[in-house]
């Protein structure tokens, strides 16, 4: 493809090395250090003038550091001269700093900045997987894609869960109804829900399940998972009311703090996550998570953004 430079952010060179092999590009040539004071340092190592220039940057890890990483990177194409820059941002970070979510609160609507901030840095679009608000997108005055890896998730119960047409979908909070719904319905089974009632944040009280999963498969699906307090809960709650096996399949798998533990204590067959964020040393402590390659969504995306198409056909299928 002509006139296209890819370009990795320190977060996560796997996913971006899989992009760019997918696409038949080399990446980027990019030298990303720190001065002793911490500051972050980019230098762009060839010329973008005149390039569509993509920039693969997660929110993970060190969420700060890489943000401002990805930031000085779209700043430092824009100001020499490349035709357009996007940002692909696999897991979109403060996602969940949405809102202010009580009445009269001060709390910040984090998610809202970090589209500014992007913005004002010259990106020209934004490419994003499963954001945890689709009404993100409207935070932008540029376009986004929030492509979904449900198409990934659908392929990978059809050939790795023998009981698939006798499950129940299940979705950990009420808030994630829509999308166990859409699920359910491209499968043609059930699906549950579990009310929960927290009394902080990271925190859950009680569980109340809604709807039938005795003698069934239970798959609980989510958006993302970072402590697992919630999951695991949840997957104690569906055993109690009578599942058979107990899956989860998550989009983003952040795994922080206890996380890894409270998996290997549950009741859990697998725990599936895509590579939106990278996986290598979870699956060293942990044998029950399991990785969906999403690199091929991305890459695709990438090529009909170049190529001025449509990628309305990556909400439903999985480029071969």
Same mark, same amino acid.
């Not at 692909?88 to 970090?114: H, T």
């Not at 490419?127 to 608000?133: E, F, Q, S, V």
């Not at 299940?170 to 166990?180: F, I, L, M, N, W």
């Not at 919630?230 to 055993?239: G, N, R, S, Y």
């Given at each position: ?82 035709? /357009?820059?996007? +940002? ?9 700093? &949405?809102? =202010? *979510?009580? @009445? ?93 009632? /927290?009394?902080? +944040? ?9 709807? &039938?999963? =005795? *003698?069934? @498969? ?103």
């Amino acid at each position: 493809m002509p006139n296209i430079k890819i370009f990795s952010g320190s977060s996560h060179p796997d996913l971006s090395q899989k992009i760019a092999d997918r696409l038949g590009q080399e990446l980027g040539k990019v030298v990303t250090k720190k001065f002793s004071n911490q500051e972050t340092c980019v230098e762009i190592g060839e010329s973008v003038r005149g390039e569509d220039v993509y920039i693969v940057q997660s929110g993970c890890g060190e969420i700060n550091d890489n943000l401002m990483e990805l930031l000085i990177m779209i700043n430092a194409c824009k100001i020499a001269s490349a035709s /357009r820059v996007t +940002a692909v941002i696999p897991c979109f970070p403060y996602a969940r700093q &949405d809102k =202010k *979510d009580k @009445v009269g609160s001060r709390a910040p609507i984090s998610a809202k900045l970090v589209a500014n901030m992007l913005s004002v840095a010259g990106a020209d679009h934004i490419i994003t997987m499963d954001l945890h608000a689709s009404q993100i997108q409207g935070f932008f005055d540029i376009p986004v894609d929030n492509l979904y890896a449900e198409p990934a998730v659908l392929k990978w119960i059809k050939e790795n869960i023998n009981e698939w047409k006798n499950c129940t979908i299940v979705s950990p909070d009420a808030g994630g109804a829509k999308r166990v719904t859409s699920i359910a319905d491209r499968l043609n089974v059930d699906f549950a829900l579990i009310h929960k009632e /927290r009394k902080k +944040a990271n925190e859950v009280d009680r569980m109340v399940l809604v709807g &039938d999963v =005795k *003698d069934r @498969v239970a798959i609980l699906v989510d958006d993302m998972a970072d402590t697992c307090g919630t999951i695991c809960h949840a997957a104690d709650k569906l055993v109690s009311a009578g599942a058979t096996k107990v899956y989860a399949i998550l989009t983003h798998g952040i795994f922080s703090g206890p996380a890894i533990s409270r998996i290997n204590n549950a009741n859990f067959e697998a725990v599936v996550v895509t590579n939106t964020i990278p996986q290598e040393d979870k699956i060293k402590h942990c044998n029950k998570i399991q990785v969906i390659d999403i690199s091929m969504i991305l890459a695709e995306a990438i090529r009909r953004t170049h190529n001025g198409e449509s990628v309305s056909y990556l909400f439903s299928h999985v480029p071969l």
